[in-house]
């Protein structure tokens, strides 16, 4: 899960991830670009390991909040989707669609 690591200036803190390994929601996080207002300043990207879980998230972050792009399947054999959450912190959902065959 992230954590937070002093900096040489004790009143700044930098947010790290934990590796894949360590944390099996996958959860990762970008620093945004231009002007910054609470929530669009950083996105939250979280990789699930079942299109039940991404519906199930994507479903319960999304509500009361706005979504930005509806899940929908990637010509990369992904699963994706967007939303800001009903705090305006934005998020981002990537799941692996299952490979064909597989019966999953």
């Known amino acids: 899960m992230a954590g937070l690591v002093k900096s040489r200036r004790q009143d700044h803190a ?7 390994r360590t944390d099996p929601h996958g959860i990762r996080h970008t620093s945004g670009h231009g002007s910054l ?7 939250v990207s979280v ?17 009361n909040g706005n979504v930005r792009m509806p899940l929908g399947n990637m010509p990369w054999g992904s699963r994706l989707g967007m939303l800001s959450d009903q705090f305006g912190i934005q998020w981002l959902f990537n799941g692996d669609l299952p490979s064909e065959g597989s019966g999953s």
């Open 47 to 63: 990789h699930c390991d079942s299109l039940d879980e991404i519906e199930r998230l994507f479903s319960a972050l999304g509500r």
């Open 37 to 43: 207002k609470v929530g669009s300043n950083f996105s």
């Open 14 to 20: 930098q947010p790290t991830v934990a590796p894949r």
